[in-house]
């Protein structure tokens, strides 16, 4: 069972291909560049160095957001545009499980993050049982400081994972003081093979079932929505 994952979810860009439990191949990037013109190239690059053919692949997994809005819109396109072609499933999978993921070895609970601009960020809270993650607290948008307030309602560590942990460090540390850990920054990319073990596990769906999952509108949708309600 050889399975295709696809994470164009921020700037970083993973893909990997993963057969029963061993990772065949795997391609990460961390840099700002156009998703469009790489994601696809990076695809047949993946699969000619596997030596594996689209048509052997039975399952194709894609990080559905929340993260960039074009970039889940890349990554959620082309990865149904793959399955239905190939008529094949597609399993949507949080961007963020996909990032707590990076925890896995972490004994306490994990807390993905991705900037979304004005003190806010894309959050949920993970926590492994096993080989297994769960997810404690809904993927989330709201602002830093009212998420680390909420987490000082649990008893135990939490580890903060993200390229954009950095940015709410100090916010992070002020609140929670010993209670929040930091990963080192080697952890801070999704690994596509971790989506693509997560996706193995998950329920299947057609390509015409799966959505980019926003969370929030973008703002030119929010002002477009405030300017049609005001003319009526």
């Known amino acids: ?56 692949l039975t399952k194709i997994v894609v990080a ?4 960039s809005y074009t970039g889940v819109r890349i990554g959620v396109t082309m990865a149904k545009t793959l399955a239905w072609s190939l008529n094949i499933p597609l399993v949507p999978v949080s961007s ?21 601009r004005r003190g806010q ?13 769960q997810q404690i607290e809904e993927d989330r948008n709201l602002l830093l400081a009212d998420w680390v307030e909420k987490l000082k309602e649990y008893d135990g560590e939490i580890l903060f994972v993200g390229n954009d942990v950095g940015i709410h460090e100090a916010v992070i540390k002020e609140v929670l003081g010993d209670q929040a850990r930091i990963a080192p920054f080697v952890s801070h990319n999704p690994r596509p093979s971790e989506l693509a073990f997560i996706g193995a596990q998950m329920e299947e769906k057609t390509a015409h079932e799966v959505v980019p999952n926003y969370i929030r509108l973008a703002e030119a949708e929010v002002k477009w ?8």
């Open 225 to 232: 929505l405030e300017a049609q309600k005001n003319s009526k």
């Open 64 to 67: 559905n957001g929340p993260g």
């Open 121 to 133: 960020v894309y959050t949920g809270l993970y926590k492994f049982e096993g080989d297994t993650i």
């Open 96 to 116: 963020l499980a996909v990032l707590a993921s990076s925890g896995r070895h972490f004994n306490g609970f994990i807390s993905p993050i991705f900037d979304a």
């Open 1 to 56: 069972m050889k399975i295709l994952s696809i994470d164009t979810s921020n700037y970083p860009l993973g893909v990997a291909l993963i057969d029963e439990e061993k990772v065949i191949g795997e391609y990460i990037t961390n840099f700002k560049r156009n998703h469009s013109v790489r994601a696809m190239p990076a695809v047949e690059q993946l699969l000619k160095e596997c030596e594996t053919e689209p048509k052997e």
